[in-house]
């Protein structure tokens, strides 16, 4: 069937925030961050496809649990968020997740403090998902998770890795009350390479820009860094993903 002119601008409504919002969807683009979703549990609510980029064969079973629509190139140009249109978007109903708080106690706490790059999220949710991480906490006031941006760097792990929105106090409560200690990721701290830090444990890393917020350095008990190799001759720091991904390979690698 395809696309018609109300499909159309729903579609391009939900570039908007408050659009995403109010249907509770995201949006997705491309073959392979589509099939991904699918594989790892999301199911679409629709797909449109531009058939001279794209087969329906080409998307496996994904047309079976769908609506599905061909496009046109003017369409595409109109649906895209991207330079060059991939020729397929899907739309997915957002996921809501119940945190189960037993989880915190026998786990690695990886905790986003007011993370506010889209590609930074993405990337650590892809990179949680390489290391075998199932769930990842972020503070109110961090970039929206299933932003067109943060959806397309995450490449598919986002239907792998539970992302939860926490409320501050709430989450220090939970912490304190499972004994659980708080470090944060500081210049200033203990390397990392030189301690063992056991389960359970939390890992709280700050904004982009802005580092720490208030609450969350009043509630670490120690700092942890990661060391230059060469400490005469290196960048004054390490982009936020970068610096996860490190946290997350040490700590959970043998």
Not at 39 to 54: L, R, S, V
Not at 180 to 196: C, H, N, Q, Y
Not at 197 to 214: D, Q, T
Request: charged share 20%; net charge negative.
């Amino acid at each position: 069937m395809e696309l018609s002119q109300n499909k159309l601008k729903y579609i391009v409504s939900l570039h908007q925030k408050k659009n995403r919002e109010a249907e509770g969807v995201f949006i997705a683009e491309g073959i392979k961050v589509i099939t991904d979703l699918i594989k790892f549990g999301f199911i679409p609510q629709m797909i449109a496809y531009n058939p001279g980029e794209w087969e329906l064969k080409d998307m496996g079973q994904s047309h079976a649990f769908c609506e599905y629509f061909t496009t046109t190139g003017q369409q595409d140009k109109k649906m895209s968020l991207l330079a060059t249109p991939p020729g397929v978007m899907a739309v997915f109903p957002k996921p809501v997740f119940e945190l189960d708080k037993s989880i915190l106690k026998d786990s690695y706490v990886f905790l986003l403090d007011n993370v506010n790059d889209p590609g930074n999220l993405g990337t650590i949710i892809r990179t949680a998902h390489w290391f075998g991480i199932h769930h990842l906490f972020i503070t109110p006031g961090s970039v929206e998770v299933f932003s067109p941006k943060v959806v397309q760097s995450s490449m598919g792990s986002l239907a792998a890795v539970k992302v939860y929105i926490i409320d501050n106090e709430e989450f220090i409560s939970d912490l304190q009350a499972f004994s659980i200690p708080v470090f944060k990721a500081d210049m200033e701290g203990k390397e990392l390479r030189s301690v063992t830090i056991k389960k359970p444990a939390c890992i709280v890393f700050g904004n982009e820009s802005n580092g720490l917020s208030k609450t969350w350095t009043h509630a670490a008990t120690d700092a942890l860094t990661i060391t230059a190799t060469q400490p005469d001759n290196h960048p004054e720091s390490l982009n936020l993903s970068v610096t996860v991904g490190i946290f997350m390979e040490l700590l959970t690698t043998p």
